[in-house]
């Protein structure tokens, strides 16, 4: 494998239901503390459904450990209000980076509808946070485009946006042909963008499902990632072997190219991503 810099790494995590699932988080927080990233993120549910969840998992990072949170927060169903409180909120706890993005409509509710008194677009929610404080935004680009956009201009129009107002880092949405990201990030340069563009990394800990969501977030599966992965979602140890491996083949490939950061979406699993973090040489 060639030798490269040690990579940038960041980490995301969902917030847990159960408090059994929490348990479970923190040590997996707590196994990839020492990997030192940059910031581990903590998503937020469709309709800000986790935000008591998302806040309280935030805060206690700031209190028990030496990472640094970023707290994702979203437009949808809410009024300003009620989305300032919860920056404020975050804010006062010590957690000064926040991934703002337009987010996804409650289940079963159809296509993204604004509130009548929110904020209607990510770039929106941005220039908010800046009037409430300094904070670090980070926010989603989509190397495939965004799902219910009309094309990649319209994509590259609301990315500009969203660094005028503020943003200083671009996190993509996970892929697996590197090809969508290097147009992705040949575009940006084109438009004349000036900001931080990561490759968010899945690691795959279960194909089936991995497909599945794929069709609802607009990620393309091709057809050779179904033919490396056929039949090992019933053999738990070949999968996640094959997991590193792509992972890490990805990761190397886009160093290549220049890269060198990566965002990992863990699922809230360890393993996967210690092993891949560790084939880059991070630790």
């Known amino acids: 494998m060639p030798a490269f810099p040690k990579p940038h790494v960041s980490f995301e995590f969902f917030p847990p239901k159960t408090a059994e699932a929490e ?4 040590s997996v927080i707590l196994a990839l503390e020492p990997l030192k990233p940059d910031f581990v993120s903590v998503t937020y549910g469709a309709g800000g459904t986790t935000r008591d969840r998302t806040h309280s998992i935030v805060k206690r990072i700031v209190e028990e450990t030496s990472l640094k949170p970023a707290a994702h927060l979203t437009c ?13 909120e975050h804010w006062g706890a010590g957690v000064k980076h ?9 289940k079963d509710t159809g296509a993204y509808t604004p ?6 677009y990510s770039s929106d929610l941005v220039k908010g946070l800046k009037s409430i404080g300094d904070f670090e935004i980070s926010v989603a ?25 503020g943003a200083t880092r671009a996190i993509t949405q996970y892929f697996f042909d590197i090809e969508h990201f290097l147009r992705l990030r040949d575009m940006i340069k084109a438009a004349g963008i000036k900001v931080q563009l990561v490759p968010g990394i899945i690691p795959i800990g279960n194909f089936a499902q991995l497909v599945r969501f794929s069709a609802m977030c607009g990620a393309t599966v091709p057809q050779w990632l ?20 792509l992972a890490t083949e990805q990761c190397v490939a886009l160093q290549k190219e220049g890269v060198d950061r990566f965002h990992f979406y863990t699922l809230n699993r360890s393993d996967l991503t210690t092993a891949v973090c560790k084939n880059l040489g991070v630790f």
């Open 23 to 26: 348990e479970k988080l923190w």
């Open 76 to 88: 949808v169903a809410a009024s300003r209000a009620e989305v300032d409180a919860v920056a404020k």
């Open 98 to 106: 926040i991934l703002a993005l337009r987010g996804d409509p409650p």
């Open 115 to 120: 509130h009548p008194e929110g904020y209607l």
């Open 141 to 165: 680009a989509f190397p495939e485009c965004h799902p219910e956009s009309k094309g990649y201009e319209q994509d590259m129009k609301a990315l500009k946006e969203k660094v005028a107002n």
């Open 226 to 245: 179904h033919e490396r992965f056929e039949g090992l979602d019933e053999n738990h140890e070949a999968r996640d072997k094959e997991a590193i491996a």
